[in-house]
């Protein structure tokens, strides 16, 4: 005898409709997930995470450059304040040189690195410098680079844009190790809100006092004028050209503010990785890649 009011295939046919469509969920729920799993798997590493993987490149150099980095990192530990160093110091620093360009043809910055790359490159520099002199230009550094001063200057160079390159679209964990760093180191990021100067264009000299808005509208009309005061020191004089003017000026006086993290994301990015993740990166490649001297 049947209790219910509902004939046991009706009964049946009501749960088949019920779990079939939830069976169909939780299977595309679980092919989604899979896919992302897959994507993920196919992605591999981070940039960073390829870096950090170079091995094999492990070099012995002759006597002529092994004498170059003996005595750069003789240089290097004075300006530390340290007066000897031994052929460790040597190997590691020439064992960072080499990270470096190592990292920099990683990420397609520059070619392969050796001594007699770095000496031709110096000359080229050297003589574009000298006719750039003679065209009337204003040069920046000496006319004419010794190798002890160009490498120093390439180093930089190379460290400036592969930390660019590093940050460009940065991932959730560089985003939030970077606002970790700015939640300590917020008085480095302080802007310009206000800042008063004395100008003076054709003679005629005025007062101006630039606040927070005029700053912005400067970023679009005037960006030379807008870099010079977004990093004003009181005190400071400046001069520059706009629309064929030649403009003087002094910095009478500023006031600054922290900024939020959202305002100044792209220049604690920069900092953070220049100070904390690239010196990191480099002693790693450096120790997975080392440089033997010759003695």
């Not at 110096?122 to 010794?146: A, C, H, I, V």
């Not at 560089?174 to 100067?197: C, D, G, H, K, T």
């Not at 220049?267 to 100070?275: E, G, H, I, P």
Request: negative net charge; proline residues 4%.
């Amino acid at each position: 005898m049947c209790l219910s009011g509902q004939p046991p295939g009706k009964k049946r046919g009501m749960w088949r409709s019920f779990f079939f469509p939830v069976a169909v969920l939780l299977l595309l729920v679980a092919l989604a997930a899979f896919l992302i799993w897959q994507a993920n798997c196919q992605q591999g590493p981070s940039v960073m995470g390829q870096l950090r993987q170079i091995t094999g490149n492990s070099v012995t150099v002759g006597k002529e450059e092994s004498d170059f980095y003996r005595l750069m990192a003789q240089r290097a530990m004075e300006q530390q304040g340290s007066q000897a160093t031994d052929s460790g110091d040597a190997a590691a620093y020439a064992s960072k040189v080499y990270a470096r360009f190592l990292v920099g043809e990683r990420l397609g910055i520059c070619g392969p690195y050796s001594y007699e790359s770095l000496q031709m490159e110096m000359e080229q520099e050297n003589r574009d410098r000298k006719s750039r002199k003679e065209q009337g230009e204003k040069l920046e550094g000496p006319l004419q680079f010794e190798l002890t001063d160009y490498l120093p200057y390439r180093l930089e160079q190379l460290e400036e844009a592969s930390v660019e390159k590093l940050i460009e679209n940065p991932s959730s964990v560089l985003l939030a190790n970077s606002r970790a760093y700015w939640e300590i180191n917020r008085e480095q990021f302080a802007v310009v809100r206000e800042v008063q100067v004395d100008m003076t264009s054709d003679g005629e000299a005025t007062q101006r006092t630039f606040k927070k808005s005029d700053l912005h509208d400067l970023k679009e009309s005037n960006p030379q004028l807008y870099e010079l005061l977004s990093e004003a020191r009181e005190g400071q004089a400046f001069a520059y050209e706009y629309d064929g003017e030649a403009i003087e000026g002094k910095v009478l006086s500023v006031k600054k503010e922290t900024a939020t993290y959202e305002e100044v994301t792209q220049q604690v990015l920069f900092s953070y990785m220049k100070s904390v993740e690239y010196p990191q990166l480099i002693s790693l490649v450096a120790q997975n890649n080392p440089v033997q001297l010759t003695e």
